[in-house]
């Protein structure tokens, strides 16, 4: 049966998750706790689109969408940090709104189980190495990461902080590098136990998982914020294996 003269055939677009993500110096994602995020996106294939916010932007952003909060200060006060993500698949009416980047990897991982970053019996392991990557491993990567981060962001970002701390000049700033190398020669001499009966290059032993998402994390943060004064050294340390954990996360690092 042909329809009426001018009525036209409505056909819904499948839904679509949004991922909140902080604006940079370029329409690349940068920041190392929201690409843990999209990295999971990415490897369980699921369809979204970024959203990008200044950081002078982000409370009112997160309350106006009626996110929850990330956090909570000691004094009770309400912390909105990025990332975010809204996910209408299940009920586009009501969509899902999830904080904080541990939750937002659980949620992704209990509501499309197909492609697991947490391989059966790997969640707590992997919960302790993710914590160990953004509590320990990070902290001498901050006092240069953090001021070249500040000057890349975009103006209004920039002044929504206090004035980041200097970047360490010459030889002080070497010696800030040979602490970090000390955090890769660490976990390099880590992940090579996984060389007999693994690759010796990701954390789960053969496959990529959520582990190794969180370390590849930081190595975009420095590749995007550092090109030359980070990560042309540190793909080269410990024999290029920085490069080779690059190379096996390459294939989920597109950028929508």
């Not at 970047?167 to 002080?172: A, D, N, S």
Request: charged share 20%.
């Amino acid at each position: 049966m042909s329809r009426p003269h001018g009525q036209s055939r409505t056909i819904s677009s499948p839904p679509i998750i949004l991922l909140y993500d902080a604006a940079g110096p370029t329409p690349q994602p940068w920041a190392p706790n929201i690409w843990r995020v999209r990295f999971i996106l990415n490897y369980k294939r699921l369809r979204y689109r970024t959203v990008w916010v200044e950081f002078p932007d982000v409370e009112a952003t997160i309350r106006s969408i009626g996110a929850p909060h990330s956090s909570t200060r000691s004094d009770g006060r309400r912390i909105y940090t990025l990332p975010v993500i809204v996910d209408p698949t299940r009920n586009p009416a009501a969509p899902e709104m999830i904080s904080n980047t541990n939750t937002i990897a659980e949620f992704l991982e209990y509501s499309y189980p197909a492609r697991p970053v947490f391989p059966p019996g790997s969640r707590a392991l992997q919960t302790l190495y993710v914590h160990y990557i953004q509590e320990i491993f990070v902290k001498p990567l901050l006092p240069i990461m953090v001021p070249l981060s500040h000057q890349r962001l975009p103006e209004r970002s920039q002044s929504h902080f206090q004035a980041a701390s200097a970047l360490p000049p010459g030889p002080q700033r070497e010696a800030a590098w040979a602490a970090v190398k000390e955090q890769f020669d660490f976990l390099s001499m880590i992940l090579s136990k996984n060389s007999g009966d693994g690759d010796g290059v990701v954390a789960m032993g053969r496959e990529v998982s959520y582990a190794d998402f969180a370390l590849c994390s930081v190595l975009i943060w420095i590749e995007r914020m550092a090109p030359h004064d980070g990560w042309s050294r540190v793909r080269g340390w410990n024999n290029g294996r920085w490069s080779r954990l690059w190379d096996r996360c390459k294939p989920y690092m597109d950028e929508y």
